[in-house]
């Protein structure tokens, strides 16, 4: 897995902010997440190896949208309030899952890569999600305070680490 894959991870700014404002669709969100990527590794390790590298792009795009589409539609079906809840943002699962394809976060020999970065943004979600409901910051500009504020902190205590 490349360096960039943390610039890569941009794409997960917009649900970090937009389903945070309360803990129940931070969870919700981050189980979904989870669980389409974890079922979008499986199917592409299946057929990774049978397709070649110009083919990889156009799979990888048919089965992330396939497996976020069926986990829309079972929402819908049976949880039409989560799936009003969380809206748009679902979709971005699956730009998540191409991107983390392209820059090799599911080649074998990543496992730890893979479970800090799934560690960190289910921190993410947590801790936004806790902070905002608690501190009842509904709207996405308090959102982004907070979130730089948390960046700030992280930076502030890896500085104070280093120089001891």
Not at 67 to 93: E, K, N, R, T
Request: aromatic share 6%; glycine share 8%.
């Amino acid at each position: 897995m490349t360096r960039a894959v943390g610039l890569a991870n941009a794409a997960m700014l917009a649900p970090l902010l937009g389903v945070t404002d309360t803990l129940p669709k931070a969870l919700s969100f981050l189980a979904l997440s989870v669980l389409t990527v974890t079922l979008y590794g499986l199917v592409m390790r299946a057929v990774r190896s049978r397709l070649s590298a110009s083919l990889r792009l156009g799979a990888s795009l048919m089965v992330a949208a396939t497996l976020v589409s069926c986990v829309q539609l079972l929402l819908q079906a049976f949880a039409l309030p989560l799936y009003q809840q969380l809206g748009i943002y679902l979709a971005l699962i699956s730009v998540q899952c191409v991107v983390l394809e392209h820059h090799g976060f599911f080649e074998a020999g990543q496992c730890k890569a893979q479970l800090r970065l799934v560690g960190l943004f289910a921190a993410l979600m947590l801790v936004m999600g806790l902070l905002r409901a608690s501190a009842a910051t509904t709207l996405m500009p308090a959102g982004f305070i907070l979130l730089g504020l948390l960046l700030a902190g992280l930076q502030a205590w890896a500085h104070f680490s280093q120089s001891r």
